[in-house]
Structures are given as structure tokens and as C-alpha cells.
């Protein structure tokens, strides 16, 4: 997935007394995940039982933007892992009793855009039918507001990370080829009339 920039988005909060107060979103994360199978990186992520296993890894991505006409400063990005899961590898700090990765940067300049990743390993399984969201957080000196994505690992009775459309058989030919000869053949008795 490409991250597009929030061009014209804005984070609104409500004031007292009525009126909104509304900074433009130019600070953006989108986080994301690394598929098992195709090694394609998505926001949400579905995978089978076995491959949620204790000990398993997988890798995160990411990519931070600024889309502003300013440099930013003391950049800070929080990942804050879920419980079944922890810290193994890449950039920053990790705090294994707050499950937090800290990672600061220094300035990040005016439409640059940055790509970081690292590992994560599953600490304790799930069942079947079950979620784990990992959240992620950016902020600045300039934009205290920042901007947040998450991204989700479900676990399925089968493999879902990429869902196909079922192809069509031989016997999906023949109803079709059917249809269309019945289409034919009531067009050509109305053509009689």
C-alpha cells in the first residue's frame, strides 16, 4: 500500500463553548504489516492458526511523512506492541514493561518521507477468530497532535492475507453459455413477431 498524503486533512477538536479549533494533518505514520506468504506489506493482515505460533516473527513497517513546508523537530514515534507479542529487532528503544519501541528522530525535513521497520515475535498464541492490533504514534515539537495508525493481525482457521476471487469452472461455462442461448433464442422470437 502507497501512503498517501493527507492533503487538506485536518485533526478538529470541539471547544468550550461552541467552535471547533482545527490544525492541518502535514505529520502522517501508516503502519503496516509483512505478510508471511507474499512478503507484500498490508494495513491488516489475516493468517492461520499455525502461522501464529509462539515465537513466530513478523515484520512491521513504518513510514512517516512529512507534508509540510516546515522541518520538524525532536520527532518522536511511540509503537506500543500488544500483549502476545514483543520487540526483537530494528531502530529505537523498547521498554518491555510499558511493551513501547521509542524511536526519535531529528529533524525531519519539509516533503520527506521516511521508511523504518522492525521485528516483532509472538509471545503467547491465539485462537481462532481472534485479533491483535499493534499502535503506532508520531509527534514533534511543531505538531504535538501528531498522527496514529494501528495495524491488525487476525487469526483464521485458513490463510486470508491476500483474498482471491474463485475462478470460474467448466461448469460456470456451461450455465453461462446456456444463458446466453436462451438469451438469443427469445430474441429471435420476438424478431419473428
Not at 491488516?44 to 513504518?62: D, I, P, Q, Y
Not at 498464541?125 to 495508525?149: H, K
Request: hydrophobic content about 35%.
Amino acid at each position: 500500500m502507497v501512503l498517501v498524503p493527507k492533503a487538506g486533512a485536518q485533526n478538529c477538536t470541539t471547544q468550550y463553548g461552541g467552535g471547533q479549533s482545527c490544525q492541518p494533518v502535514d505529520l502522517t505514520i501508516n503502519k503496516e504489516i509483512k505478510d508471511l506468504s507474499t512478503s507484500n506489506f498490508f494495513d491488516n493482515l489475516s493468517v492461520s492458526t499455525s502461522a501464529f505460533t509462539v515465537g513466530k516473527e513478523f515484520t512491521f513497517r513504518l513510514t512517516i511523512k512529512n507534508t509540510s513546508g516546515e522541518t520538524f523537530h525532536s520527532v518522536t514515534i511511540r509503537d506500543v506492541f500488544p500483549p502476545n507479542m514483543a520487540y526483537t529487532g530494528g531502530p529505537g528503544t523498547y521498554d518491555t514493561g510499558t511493551r513501547t519501541l521509542t524511536i526519535n528522530m531529528d529533524p525531519l525535513p519539509a516533503d520527506v518521507s521516511k521508511s523504518i521497520t522492525f521485528t516483532a515475535k509472538v509471545t503467547s498464541p491465539m485462537t481462532s477468530s481472534q485479533c491483535t492490533s499493534n499502535y503506532a504514534a508520531i509527534t514533534a515539537i511543531e505538531r504535538p497532535a501528531g498522527d496514529d495508525d494501528t495495524a491488525q493481525i487476525c487469526v483464521t482457521g485458513q490463510v486470508l492475507g491476500v483474498q482471491k476471487l474463485p475462478v470460474a469452472g467448466v461448469n460456470d461455462a456451461w450455465i453461462l453459455s446456456m444463458s446466453v442461448l436462451s438469451g438469443v433464442g427469445g430474441l429471435a422470437l420476438l424478431l419473428k413477431k
